[in-house]
């Protein structure tokens, strides 16, 4: 049972490249969710999915796209990176219900130059 | 929309001593629970103690316990007999009890946790 997974662990970019963020978890898990962490900050929502098909935006949503076509897996999109999407970011992955904690992956690096 | 504080961010605690990290949340809802998370040099996020804001009683995990004041939206940790390992940054989280809110973390900004030897 590995959890939830992310790669890569770092990635540097150029302005205006894109790339994919993958994540994964084995734990069955119906909820899935994006976060980004700034230096200093705390995790802010990108984007979550409640099921296989159903995504949403979350608090900062803009320049990333998602999908959701298994229960395991929920790739983030970064089009057009941009300085600003420097961060670090984490995928979580909690069951449905009120009583369940989310459980986060490692995390990817990015740097956009 | 809910916002969580966390109004130091730094603290020191001497090895074995006791450390309190402070936090508190807005929020107008009545049915909600609070996490306090830890974040060690590796990055990962590692759940320490969560505590559902209709029990009165405070929760607590080994040496970690918490002071929910409800009233006063406070939610502070206390971390007893303290250790190198506990070095960390911690965040604060809320989340709504919701299912609305699809059951999304708002965080603090964080305390970083520096234990002395």
């Known amino acids: 049972n590995a959890g939830v997974t992310q790669t890569p662990k770092f990635r540097i970019l150029k302005i205006g490249q894109s790339m994919t963020l993958q994540c994964t978890q084995d734990?069955?898990?119906?909820?899935m969710y994006w976060y980004r962490q700034d230096p200093g900050m705390g995790l802010k929502l990108i984007y979550y999915s409640v099921g296989a098909g159903i995504t949403d935006k979350g608090e900062v949503p803009n320049g990333y796209n998602v999908s959701r076509s298994t229960t395991e897996d929920f790739p983030l999109r970064l089009e057009l990176a941009a300085p600003s999407q420097t961060s670090v970011y984490f995928c979580a992955s909690s069951r449905t219900g009120r009583y369940n904690e989310q459980f986060f992956g490692p995390g990817t690096r990015l740097t956009v130059l | 929309a809910q916002t969580v504080t966390q109004s130091q961010p730094e603290m020191s605690v001497q090895e074995a001593e006791t450390v309190t990290l402070s936090c508190t949340y807005d929020?107008?809802?009545?049915?909600?629970?609070l996490f306090w998370y830890k974040q060690p040099p590796s990055r990962q996020m590692i759940l320490v103690i969560r505590?559902?804001?209709?029990?009165?009683q405070n929760a607590t995990e080994n040496r970690f316990s918490v002071n929910f004041q409800k009233a006063a939206k406070s939610f502070s940790l206390k971390i007893s007999d303290s250790q190198l390992g506990d070095a960390a940054m911690y965040f604060c989280a809320y989340r709504s009890g919701s299912g609305g809110s699809n059951y999304k973390l708002t965080f603090g900004k964080g305390t970083l946790l520096t234990v002395n030897p």
């Open positions: 929020t107008s809802e009545s049915d909600y629970y």
């Open positions: 734990m069955n898990h119906n909820y």
């Open positions: 505590q559902e804001a209709y029990k009165q």
